[in-house]
């Protein structure tokens, strides 16, 4: 069956451009997670939905990231005004959250890039 | 206190030899716990996971959990250059009733012929 897909896969943006980050997670699973990973780092948290709730969105680094899940499927993941320091890998990854199952699927990620 | 610890490497052990990969963390609360094998340029992949204290064992992987001393651990039997990878521990924290896998930063392993 498909996994987790993301897109772009990468993405190259100018400082100061929005960008908006696409996660499709797995048909059917309630929970959808997007963490950021810098080079040499593991992931880090950014934001957690079940179904469309955003019920954590603790980890997001400034108000300038906003993430929505508003059909509780597909989710994007949007930067305004980014800065170099955004430049990253983005992963998503979504759970079936069921019987206590926290098991992860992970996309691919897309790698942002900014000038 | 970071959420999670995680020594990192690299870890080079020769082919054929057992590998072994430690993790504390810092939720007491934590019941489940995740080990994740990254390749470079890749997302993290499931290996293993664990509930309860004691040995798991699925194939060449053993994961080890003492949950009084918040410490887990992954052994790596028999070890082959394919295994050469970043593992990732996460214990998840609580948020909310639901929990979080929190991810260290990993420790990179690598298997030499």
């Known amino acids: 069956g498909a996994g987790v897909s993301q897109s772009p896969r990468y993405k190259v943006a100018k400082r100061g451009q929005d960008v908006a980050l696409r996660c499709d997670p797995i048909?059917?699973?309630?929970?959808l997670f997007w963490y950021q990973q810098a080079l040499g780092q593991g992931p880090e948290f950014l934001t957690y939905?079940?179904?469309?709730?955003?019920?954590?969105k603790s980890g997001l680094p400034s108000d300038r990231f906003f993430a929505e899940r508003p059909e509780g499927s597909v989710s994007t993941l949007k930067i305004q005004r980014t800065q170099q320091e955004d430049s990253a890998v983005y992963l998503c990854?979504?759970?079936?959250?069921?019987?206590?199952?926290?098991?992860?699927?992970f996309g691919p990620g897309t790698r942002l890039t900014v000038t | 206190q970071k959420e999670v610890e995680q020594n990192s490497g690299p870890l080079s052990v020769p082919e054929g030899a057992i590998a072994s990969l430690n993790c504390t963390y810092s939720?007491?609360?934590?019941?489940?716990f995740f080990w994740y094998r990254q390749y470079s340029g890749k997302s993290p992949e499931l290996i293993m996971s664990?509930?309860?204290?004691g040995d798991k064992e699925d194939g060449r992987f053993t994961a080890q959990l003492n949950k009084a001393s918040q410490y887990v651990s992954l052994l790596i039997r028999d070890s082959q250059p394919s295994d050469s990878a970043t593992y990732l521990c996460?214990?998840?924290?609580?948020?909310?009733?639901?929990?979080?896998?929190?991810f260290g930063r990993g420790t990179s392993l690598i298997v030499h012929p």
């Open positions: 990854a979504s759970s079936p959250m069921t019987s206590g199952s926290y098991e992860q699927c």
């Open positions: 048909s059917g699973h309630v929970s």
């Open positions: 939905f079940q179904n469309e709730a955003q019920l954590d």
């Open positions: 939720d007491r609360v934590s019941q489940s």
């Open positions: 664990i509930y309860s204290n």
């Open positions: 996460a214990p998840p924290r609580g948020t909310g009733g639901s929990y979080i896998p929190t």
